[in-house]
């Protein structure tokens, strides 16, 4: 990712000493940010995925709900026209 690589130029800008060392300690800086954020984006669809699964749970316990109404419904129904 071009920002990555961008933030990490402007943390080591300036810095002076080996530019081996630097060179690799940016690489490293570099891959552990871009693991970081492979982790989060993953985590990310982990949570769409099981939000997905919940509302499916909602609805499917909805429409047991609204047919448990509706056979109730029906029921007092016939027993008020047995009963009359």
Do not use: P
């Amino acid at each position: 990712m071009k920002q990555i690589e961008v933030f990490v130029d402007k943390v080591y800008q300036g810095v002076g000493g080996n530019e081996k060392e630097i060179k690799d300690l940016k690489t490293e800086m570099k891959n552990h940010l871009l693991e970081a954020v492979y982790e989060l984006k993953k985590k990310e669809n982990q949570s769409k995925k099981l939000l997905k699964l919940l509302l499916i749970d909602l609805v499917e316990k909805k429409k047991c709900v609204l047919l448990s109404v509706n056979c109730f419904r029906h029921k007092k129904h016939l027993l008020k026209e047995c009963f009359i």
